[in-house]
């Protein structure tokens, strides 16, 4: 077992199972890492002599390996394999029938092209799940086409509503749709892996993509559906409520939440204009949303007035929700964040990461192991998949 981030021999709650990773990029790696922090052991298949692509998607790059590539393939053995010969097909067909888990997300239709799809791992082992990350769905017109997070963020609605009014759409920063998609892969593991506990067998889950781009337009389908009015872009807030959104200060910004009526009056009263509560514009969230383009001028005009900690301070005391646009530097630093326990490696290092975002009995799972060399556990996986001698 792994040593933890919490402790020497602490027990992971996946300690024991074997997930293959025939992944590449952001979503079945970082579904793969979930995997791996919670005590899985994740064998990541990669080419020989190239690797998975994000190994140079930089810089900035540590031992020949970018940052993103580092941050998605900690605690993994790596292992090089040639899936256009008939050996390198035999070795992941071998290390499937030893496998809990199969994570793969190659070009539409490529793993079941060379030998490795759904139909001969499962049939090799029917308590293998297989898990599959498409582009745009495992049906479809679409279905064969590629796809990566900004095209899907674009082709799923989502990069419509981000920016703001009148101006180009823009990416949501984080990759939040391979991410996602890494998440669900996750759920979908745990889930067929729990039905495998009554059934015996396990089973084929499928992701994509796409279909991950929709689930993040969840409210915004019955918004259009209601109204008939497509989602406008709100820029730092939401289209729903106002205020709510980013404001300049004098230092910075700062994000002030007004979500009800109440909030809104306690605000007001903050600014030093208690008269805004009486306005008729302004009566209600629907009217303050109405009317948002009176209304976020005139309390800019009074927040950058003072810096944003200022204006924390005072919001604070009557509890209005606020927060400041802080940068990572900030992030890491911040006493909320240090409480939490959830930075990994050492301060000030060229190596620190963020933990799995949750606690179980009160312990975050983790592990402390660094993001491995292409093919470092190739002669490891191979001695274990050598014929046993006859006792």
């Known amino acids: 077992m792994t040593d933890t981030a919490n402790g020497a021999g602490a027990d992971l709650p996946l300690s024991g199972y074997t997930v293959i990773e025939l992944g590449h990029s952001v979503a079945a790696p970082y579904a793969g890492l979930i995997l791996a922090e919670m005590g899985a052991e994740v064998i990541k298949v990669e080419r020989p002599d190239v690797g998975d692509d994000a190994r140079a998607w930089g810089p900035p790059f540590v031992d020949d390996m970018s940052a993103i590539f580092h941050a998605l393939n900690r605690h993994k053995k790596s292992i090089q394999v040639d899936l256009k ?4 097909v035999a070795k992941i067909r071998e290390l499937a029938r030893q496998a809990d888990a199969i994570i793969q997300n190659q070009r539409p239709g490529l793993a079941k092209e060379l030998g490795v799809g759904e139909d001969v791992l499962c049939a090799d082992n029917p308590r293998l799940v297989y898990a599959s990350i498409h582009a745009f769905g495992k049906t479809g017109p679409l279905s064969a ?64 993509l796409y279909e991950t781009a929709l689930g993040w337009m969840t409210y915004f389908l019955p918004m259009f559906a209601m109204s008939g009015k497509l989602p406008s872009k709100a820029g730092s807030g939401v289209a ?33 204009h208690p008269e805004w509560v009486d306005d008729p514009k302004f009566a209600n969230n629907g009217l303050r949303v109405e009317n948002k383009p009176t209304l976020i001028p005139m309390i800019e005009a009074v927040t950058q007035t003072k810096t944003a900690q200022e204006w924390a301070d005072l919001l604070d005391d009557v509890s209005v929700p606020n927060a400041p646009v802080q940068t990572i530097d900030q ?50 996986i191979a001695e274990r998949l050598k014929p046993k001698a006859a006792e």
């Open 145 to 208: 086409r590629p796809g990566y997070d900004p095209l899907m963020q674009a082709f799923g609605g989502v990069m419509s509503t981000q920016g703001e009014p009148g101006r180009p759409s823009v990416r949501v920063g984080t990759s939040i749709i391979d991410m996602g998609t890494g998440m669900w892969t996750v759920m979908g593991i745990l889930t067929a892996l729990l039905r495998r506990e009554k059934t015996g067998t396990g089973g084929v889950i499928d992701m994509s």
């Open 85 to 88: 010969s008939p050996e390198g």
């Open 240 to 272: 729903m409520i106002s205020p709510y959104q980013a404001f300049r200060t004098s230092d910075g910004e700062l994000v002030i939440g007004g979500g009800n009526d109440n909030i809104f009056r306690k605000l007001c009263g903050v600014l030093g």
């Open 331 to 380: 992030v890491i630093t911040h006493p909320q964040t240090q409480a939490l326990d959830i930075l990994r490696g050492e301060p000030g290092s060229n190596q620190q990461f963020f933990g799995l975002p949750m606690t179980i009995d009160g312990q975050r799972p983790g592990r402390d192991e660094p993001a491995p060399a292409l093919g470092r556990d190739d002669d490891e």
